[in-house]
C-alpha cells in the first residue's frame, strides 16, 4: 500500500468514488451485470490516497482486496449506488464516476424465484438515474470527472458526454477489442477536457491509474489556484 502523502498534490482534498459494476436484481437468486473487475477503479482510488487525498469509495461487487481509502461503501444495485453517493457529495470536492453502472434495471424484481416455462422470457426494464450527471450538475458541486467506455468512435461520444453531462475531465477508453477494458491487466485512455486532451498509451492498469491520478489532480490544481 502507498502511504498518503501530507504535502502531496491532492493533500486533504476530499474525493468521492464510485467504482465496480452493479447488479441489478431479477429475482431473489438472479441480477443483470456487466463484465467490469473494479481494477481501474480501485487502483485509481489507491494512487489518489497516494496522493494526499481523503477517499471515499462506493463500491459495487468486485473480487478485489479493499484499497487503503478512508471509507469504503459496498452497495449492489445502481439505486443503491444512487443513494450512497446522493447522501455524500455535497461534503465532497472531486467526484470520480469510474463504476460500470447498469443503464437499466428490470421494473419490479419478482418476489420469488422465477420458474422456467417452454416460451420465451421477457423482462421489462426501466432506466436507472444517471449518478454522475446528477452529480455534476449539484451546485456548488465537486469537480467531476468521469469515465466513457466505448467500442466505437471513442473520442466523439466521450466529448459528448463531457459535454453533455457538464464534466471537468471525462477519461475514454476502448472495449470490446482485442487488448485493454474490462478484463484485461491492462488499458489505455485518452483524457479530455474543454480544450485540452491527453493521450495515456497502453500500460498495466497500476501504471495507468497513477498518471490519471496525477492528470486529475493538475487539471483540479488549475481549477482551485
Ligand atoms: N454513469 C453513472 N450513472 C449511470 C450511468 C453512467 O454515474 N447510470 C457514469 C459512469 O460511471 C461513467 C460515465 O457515467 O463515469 C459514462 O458511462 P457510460 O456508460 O460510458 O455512458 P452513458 O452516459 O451511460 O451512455 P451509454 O452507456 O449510452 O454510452
Ligand atoms: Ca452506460
Redesign the pocket.
Known amino acids: 500500500a502507498i502511504l498518503a502523502r501530507a504535502d502531496g498534490p491532492l493533500d486533504a482534498v476530499r474525493v468521492l468514488m464510485?467504482a465496480g459494476p452493479t447488479r441489478e436484481p431479477v429475482d431473489p437468486v438472479r441480477f443483470l451485470g456487466n463484465r467490469s473487475s473494479g481494477r481501474m477503479g480501485y487502483a485509481l482510488a489507491e494512487a489518489l490516497v497516494g496522493l494526499g487525498a481523503e477517499v471515499a469509495l462506493v463500491t459495487g461487487p468486485t473480487a478485489l482486496p479493499a484499497p487503503p481509502v478512508a471509507e469504503l461503501v459496498r452497495v449492489e444495485s445502481?439505486l443503491e449506488m444512487h443513494a450512497a453517493v446522493m447522501s455524500r457529495a455535497s461534503g465532497c470536492d472531486l467526484f470520480i464516476?469510474?463504476?460500470?453502472?447498469?443503464?437499466y434495471r428490470p421494473v419490479e424484481p419478482a418476489g420469488r424465484k422465477i420458474k422456467k416455462d417452454a416460451g420465451e422470457l421477457s423482462i421489462r426494464l426501466v432506466r436507472?438515474?444517471?449518478?454522475?450527471?446528477e452529480v455534476a450538475a449539484l451546485s456548488p458541486g465537486p469537480f467531476t470527472v468521469?469515465?466513457?467506455?466505448?467500442t466505437d468512435r471513442v473520442i466523439a461520444?466521450a466529448r459528448g458526454?463531457l459535454e453533455k453531462?457538464g464534466l471537468d475531465l471525462i477519461a475514454a477508453n476502448q472495449v470490446g477489442g482485442e487488448r485493454g477494458g474490462f478484463e484485461s491487466q491492462d488499458n489505455a485512455l485518452t483524457v479530455l477536457w474543454d480544450g485540452g486532451s491527453r493521450e495515456l498509451p497502453m500500460m498495466t492498469k497500476t501504471r495507468l491509474a497513477r498518471e490519471l491520478a496525477v492528470l486529475i489532480a493538475e487539471r483540479y490544481g488549475e481549477r482551485h489556484a
Not at 128 to 133: K, Q, R, Y
Not at 146 to 150: K, L, S
Open positions: 464510485t445502481a464516476g469510474a463504476a460500470a453502472v447498469a443503464d436507472n438515474p444517471d449518478i454522475l450527471a468521469g469515465f466513457a467506455a466505448e461520444y458526454k453531462k
